[in-house]
């Protein structure tokens, strides 16, 4: 097999060697004579792969004692729903709007109670985070919502609005243990598992205690954050196997140094590929510099009549998945914490030779 660099949005490329060590493991874990798959979610080997994911998590992301994780089914989607259903407590709740994501918060959100856009770009096709002194924060708010890593159009919270003691709820979904964070800063932080954490099927939500037992009646049992919380996620069958996946990932950052290792090469990778697309005028980037993600780069062909040669060459190059996502068009790179530097050094290398071919 030649050697192929997947940049997909999600679900997304995992470390090869977890892969490996699945496939090592998959049909007899840790000499049990059975797959994680074909596990009692209660028995002691998975409710040992849940306490090690828990901890390592834990230690990744260094949360307080006093916030709760959950490994929850539904995606981030599902969480836009049981976000108010959670929280809103007949409360308003305050949502800034910073790309496709954060707006579809909105939406879904909006059949829950009162929702105030306290700020938006949309009209700047969000190409950036407006300026927190703009923003119509409510005090009385019982949360204000932020996407901090706007996946389609690629535009990056890097500090946060002071909110007089409002909880911050935001979709890290797309940036979770990229770079790092000071979770006591927030009052819950949600993603799904399938962009920088493991497979689809998981959704986890980091919550403050003080947040929980807030929750509406209508609240299903299964998105009930205090009832999952007292019941180590397990008032129904979690997804067994994404979390076990997902720990392998935390035992491979973890070896790598942790979250601020990893945020150095992070870094350095989205360096290579920004510095290359504002060195020519060939290709462009619309995010403001403040606000450019290193995890998932947009970017434009000047020509877009070449964007079939374009995703066509780079296939033959094993640059998989390139394809802007559709609300955005053009290009994007998402270049999560698994993808090694090599996976950019090639693409700049393919984008060049495009360049000087055309
Ligand atoms: C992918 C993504 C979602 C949607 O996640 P699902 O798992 O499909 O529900 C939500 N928010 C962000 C920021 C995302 O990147």
Redesign the pocket.
Known sequence: MTQIFNFS??PAVLPKSVLERAQAEMLDWHGSGMSVMEMSHRGKEFMSILAKTEADLRTLLNIPGNYKVLFLQ???????AMIPLNLLNGKVADYAVT?G??K??VEDASAYGTVNVVASSEADQYTHVPAFSSWKLDKNAAYLHI?T????SGVEFVDLPSTNGVPIVA????HILSRQIDVSQYGVIY?????NIGP?GL?IVIVREDLLGKASPLTPAVFNWKTQAENQSMINTPPTYSIYIAGLVFEWLLAKGGVAAIEQENIAKAKLLYEYIDSTDFYVNHVAIKNRSRMNIPFFLHDESLNDAFLKGAEVHGLLQLKGHRAVGGMRASIYNAMPIEGVQALVAYMKEFESAH
């Open positions: 949005a999600g539904g995606g981030a989607i599902a969480e836009n790309g994501w954060s579809r918060s996407c890593n706007e996946t389609m979709d890290m979904s797309s993603g799904g598992a399938q962009k689809a959704c």
